[in-house]
């Protein structure tokens, strides 16, 4: 019933893990590290790595959570390593030897560039005193509040969060923020028979982060609501979202758009520079629900009982293709 392709293979889930690292094998660990000491020497800094950060001789410290998970998930793999990470180190310190915007922007014009961002998990780590704002919004998903400025996105832990505002009214500015985006570019995807979904693409880091308000990009795009039994939705990366509102009481597309919509997210996911995730969820009433996930390259459909019994109804009012 369910039809997937595969993604490039990355090391066993049985060969010995990294331990700070437990997505990478002890030797992806060595040579992640090995490769972001290169990048840093490139720039003229000697760094040692500690506990997922990199400190030089300045006593500056650079979290490394988010770039290792980067190519973690980078499905190239280890040959496309060199060139993230030097692109990232290298932004990464045109960035820290500026002024912070947050010393140079007023509070007001802070507010105005806030965004609820939707991040990997894992790109955070674990919740702490600094990330009580973090949200879980999916498994294998997050939102954290960041800033949109002219050199890229800048997430906020909460103590610089604090002189903005309560947490609750800066996540509504954030929220209302992210609703204003234009929709710069909207297309239909179109397999075969009746199968089909929507992608947006824009130029904003934010776009994905649509997902927190579908029902209103739904409305922006398509000029109708979403349906009561919700959509498939996909995030690729930052700057793109895919759905397809599922069209009660039948939809005789719906099973073969998930397997396309699977297959599209995973080659946009494998081409990006600032990938989100490769899987596919269901949005209904606003909930997330995981339905595939590709876990070190192998699609695999989580199953989800208040789906099935969805796909079983559309199916009893008359639906072919099941």
Not at 10 to 35: H, I, N
Not at 53 to 81: E, M, Y
Not at 145 to 160: C, N
Not at 202 to 230: I, K, M, N, Q, Y
């Amino acid at each position: 019933m369910w039809n997937f392709q595969r993604a490039p293979r990355r090391d066993r889930r049985d060969t010995p893990r990294d331990p700070e690292y437990a997505f990478f094998s002890v030797a992806e660990g060595a040579l992640f590290r090995a490769q972001v000491r290169a990048a840093f020497a490139e720039q003229g800094l000697e760094v040692t790595l500690r506990s997922k950060v990199a400190g030089d001789s300045a006593g500056r410290h650079f979290g490394l959570t988010h770039l290792a998970s980067l190519c973690h998930h980078d499905p190239g793999g280890t040959k496309r390593w060199p060139r993230l990470i030097r692109e990232r180190v290298t932004a990464l310190l045109r960035t820290v030897d500026g002024p912070s915007p947050l010393e140079t922007l007023a509070p007001n014009q802070l507010r105005a560039r806030l965004h609820p961002l939707v991040v990997a998990r894992d790109l955070v780590g674990p919740r702490s005193a600094r990330h009580r704002h973090v949200r879980d919004v999916a498994p294998g998903l997050c939102e954290v509040l960041a800033l949109d400025l002219d050199e890229g996105v800048m997430t906020l832990t909460d103590d610089r969060l604090a002189p903005l505002g309560d947490l609750d009214g800066l996540r509504e500015r954030a929220l209302a923020n992210l609703r204003a985006l234009p929709v710069e570019n909207h297309t239909v995807w179109r397999g075969a028979g009746s199968i089909r979904f929507d992608v947006v693409r824009c130029a904003s880091s934010f776009t994905s982060s649509r997902v927190l308000a579908l029902d209103g990009l739904v409305r922006d795009v398509t000029g109708a609501e979403p349906g009561p039994d919700g959509a498939l939705v996909a995030l690729p990366h930052r700057r793109a979202l895919a759905f397809r509102v599922v069209e009660s009481p039948r939809d005789s597309s719906l099973v073969g758009t998930l397997n396309a919509l699977s297959a599209f997210t995973q080659a946009d996911f494998a081409a990006a520079k600032d990938p989100v995730s490769p899987d596919v969820y269901w949005w209904h009433g606003g909930v997330l629900t995981r339905l595939i996930r590709h876990d070190a390259g192998r699609p695999e459909f989580t199953e989800d009982g208040a789906f099935e019994k969805l796909v079983r109804r559309l199916a009893e009012h008359g639906a072919d293709g099941y």
